[in-house]
């Protein structure tokens, strides 16, 4: 499973890395990003959770 972040449309929030910081933090320009190539098989749920709470839909995870 592979977590991405569409930095056109995030608008910073940081709910993501609030729901799982495992696989989300906030860049240097105030947007997020995925911090792993592959989502552990522990944070599945948790990346998913904030791709659907995403105010956005800025976040892909599949």
């Known amino acids: 499973m592979?977590?991405?972040?569409?930095?056109?449309?995030?608008?910073?929030?940081?709910?993501?890395?609030?729901?799982?910081?495992?696989?989300?933090?906030?860049?240097d320009d105030g947007k997020a990003k995925a911090i792993v190539d592959k989502v552990p098989e522990?944070?599945?749920?948790?990346?998913?959770?904030a791709e659907e709470n995403c105010p956005v839909n800025a976040i892909s995870v599949s």
């Open 2 to 27: 592979k977590a991405e972040v569409d930095k056109d449309t995030c608008i910073g929030c940081g709910l993501c890395p609030s729901i799982c910081s495992e696989v989300f933090e906030m860049d």
């Open 42 to 49: 522990d944070n599945e749920s948790q990346a998913k959770e």
